[in-house]
């Protein structure tokens, strides 16, 4: 019942995350039934994005293709503490970090996580440019804070990384894990409160 | 901390209906992250939609504008019944009644319901393109179904219809209202089941 074009254009849009079939329809026929100029814009801004951004040549952030030397807004800042290199599995976490104010280092993107059952391994994951990265005697890196997330995949990969990355002599740390801020201790799940007190500290 | 060309993409999508800065950025992360295949062919579908797709020049459903006439499908269709005309305020809601497999006639898509608070009156309505379809000789309208949804601005906008078109000759109906199929008693709201009482049936 609708035009080929327009269904094409829901199966598009049906392959952005978390978007299924019924959003995609709802997406598609605001765009051909509200103003058109929204449609055009769009159309134009998804035709150049490939053009204009990629990914930071150093980290794997997106950054601006025009940008010098192909730097993220990150590595470009000289404000920001070369020694600290903070690994995260998607540019997501990176801003979920930034958002916290908590964190003044460079970070380093890995794109994915280990998942063997999905068939990601080992040598699928930028092993060597983070490698290239912390034996750069230019910019010494002394702390790799490994920030993939507390998942059975993050947890691989953060073991994988901490044994593949502690011979180059920076220290390797990893996130606290533990309730998080404003959680309630009886909707905790028992694995969060198990490594809540595996890890638990001295109180100054 | 996101290229500007980023950035303005995050704002366009934040337009889609439904979705806010969280779910526009979580999309465009994807689309320069992901297969740049998607944005790519994503771009090229919308930057071709207003070319593509348009409202039937007769009843305002979509349709594709290289069509006969730029009839929709089911203006086109010989076997649709063309002496009963639905009335509906969106194409979603065309799309719901053809889904339901009840009703073989053809329609008319207001586009918009009235709605005096934001300045939607009854000059807003493509009244008159309506009226010409009920006065057309070649094609006779026996019956309008009023099927604007049963919310305050779609009673409004179906009683504006009823008065407007009764003096045309057809007969003029409504959709029923009542307790939804499968629905519970015990949650269904009290104007609800005020309708189902008033407008209850004789069991044959």
Same mark, same amino acid.
């Given at each position: 019942?609708?035009? +080929?074009?327009?269904?094409?254009?829901?199966?598009?849009?049906?392959?952005?995350?978390?978007?299924? +079939?019924?959003?995609?329809?709802? /997406?598609?026929?605001?765009? %051909?039934?509200?103003? #058109?100029?929204?449609?055009?814009?769009?159309?134009?801004?998804?035709? *150049?994005?490939?053009?204009?951004?990629?990914? %930071?040549?150093?980290? *794997?952030?997106?950054? +601006?293709?025009?940008?010098? @030397?192909?730097? %993220?807004?990150? %590595?470009?800042?000289?404000?920001?503490? @070369? =020694?600290?290199?903070?690994?995260?599995?998607?540019?997501?976490?990176?801003? =979920?970090?930034?958002? =916290?104010?908590? /964190?003044? @280092?460079? /970070?380093?993107?890995?794109?994915?996580?280990?998942?063997?059952?999905? *068939?990601?391994?080992?040598?699928?994951?930028?092993?060597?440019?983070?490698? $290239?990265?912390?034996?750069? #005697? $230019?910019?010494?890196?002394?702390?790799?804070?490994?920030?993939? #997330?507390?998942?059975?995949? *993050?947890?691989?990969?953060?073991?994988?990384?901490?044994?593949?990355?502690?011979?180059?002599?920076?220290?390797?740390?990893?996130?606290? =894990?533990?309730?998080?801020?404003?959680?309630?201790?009886?909707?905790? +799940?028992?694995?969060?409160?198990?490594? $809540?007190?595996?890890?638990?500290?001295?109180?100054?």
């Amino acid at each position: 019942m609708l035009p +080929d074009k327009l269904q094409a254009l829901v199966r598009l849009l049906a392959r952005l995350p978390g978007v299924g +079939d019924k959003t995609a329809q709802r /997406y598609a026929l605001f765009l %051909c039934t509200a103003d #058109p100029a929204i449609a055009r814009e769009l159309g134009l801004a998804l035709a *150049g994005l490939e053009a204009e951004v990629g990914p %930071c040549t150093r980290c *794997g952030h997106v950054a +601006d293709r025009s940008a010098a @030397g192909g730097l %993220c807004a990150i %590595c470009a800042d000289p404000r920001r503490d @070369g =020694s600290v290199l903070c690994v995260v599995g998607r540019v997501q976490d990176l801003l =979920s970090i930034e958002r =916290s104010a908590a /964190y003044r @280092g460079r /970070y380093f993107v890995l794109g994915r996580l280990l998942a063997p059952l999905e *068939g990601i391994r080992a040598e699928d994951l930028p092993l060597e440019r983070l490698k $290239a990265l912390l034996r750069d #005697p $230019a910019r010494p890196v002394t702390e790799v804070l490994l920030a993939t #997330p507390p998942s059975v995949d *993050g947890e691989a990969t953060a073991l994988l990384l901490a044994e593949e990355l502690r011979p180059l002599g920076a220290r390797v740390t990893r996130l606290a =894990s533990g309730v998080p801020h404003g959680g309630d201790l009886e909707f905790a +799940d028992p694995v969060t409160i198990g490594r $809540a007190i595996a890890h638990r500290r001295g109180v100054e």
